[in-house]
């Protein structure tokens, strides 16, 4: 079965430090997609990234970064010089081919609360 | 560029009582589905729908819960009876067709259900 963990709760930081969310995942299948969502307080969540099994590019977005190592299961975020407003609940994902119907639910890590501060 | 919306935003309830939520995806999206979100926790996959056809239910999908999507456009969830353990945010997500974008979900605002 599926599983993501993010090992980390909760993060707080002073503005300008740069962060790296962890997220370890569990799958048998071969073809999957990687996920990072942001949650602010408003509570709707915000898709960041998408990420297939067989594209282990790291990736560059501003200040977000992601790297994707397969040997170790882990698909990692790192934000560079934090603002506050990045203050938010950050989920990691994960979402396999051959769901029922074509389904491709996503399975959620528990989050992980990052407070940026001032 | 209208986004997935959900009605009501919050719902308090007591509980033993009937509730139902909508959900309307983005317009040109066929495929839509329920997530469950406990405080703490990440969101819970319930319910998946292809156009009109629920073909997938999560065990987290007890008998007091249904849902619809009668014309393939807006979904209901339905919770009967209401428990306290019901009390959760209640998200919406839809994704298109198209084969390398279907599993892009785009989320709702959530329906906040608060069951006393």
């Known amino acids: 079965a599926q599983k993501v963990t993010q090992a980390q709760t909760e993060i707080s930081v002073v503005e300008k430090e740069d962060v790296t969310l962890d997220c370890v995942y569990e799958?048998?299948?071969?073809?999957?997609?990687l996920f990072w969502y942001k949650q602010p307080p408003s509570g709707e969540l915000v898709f960041l990234i998408r990420r297939n099994s067989f594209d282990e590019q790291n990736e560059i977005s501003g200040r977000y970064s992601w790297n994707f190592q397969k040997s170790t299961s882990s698909f990692n975020f790192t934000i560079t010089a934090s603002q506050v407003v990045d203050s938010a609940v950050y989920f990691c994902a994960l979402s396999e081919k051959g769901g029922q119907g074509g389904s491709e639910k996503l399975v959620f890590g528990k989050g992980m609360k990052l407070t940026v501060n001032p | 560029d209208t986004g997935v919306s959900q009605d009501p935003r919050h719902k308090i309830t007591k509980r033993g009582q009937n509730v139902t939520f909508r959900c309307d995806p983005i317009s040109e999206h066929n495929r839509l589905y329920w997530y469950r979100q406990t405080l703490g926790q990440g969101p819970e996959f319930l319910t998946y729908?292809?156009?009109?056809?629920?073909?997938?239910k999560s065990r987290l999908l007890s008998d007091r819960f249904s849902a619809e999507r009668p014309k393939g456009s807006f979904s209901t969830l339905e919770i009967q009876r209401t428990e306290q353990g019901d009390s959760a945010m209640y998200l919406c997500?839809?994704?298109?067709?198209?084969?390398?974008?279907?599993?892009?979900?785009?989320f709702g605002p959530g329906t906040r259900l608060t069951v006393l």
């Open positions: 997500a839809s994704s298109p067709r198209g084969r390398g974008r279907r599993n892009e979900q785009f």
């Open positions: 799958t048998r299948d071969t073809t999957y997609y």
């Open positions: 729908f292809q156009n009109e056809a629920q073909l997938e």
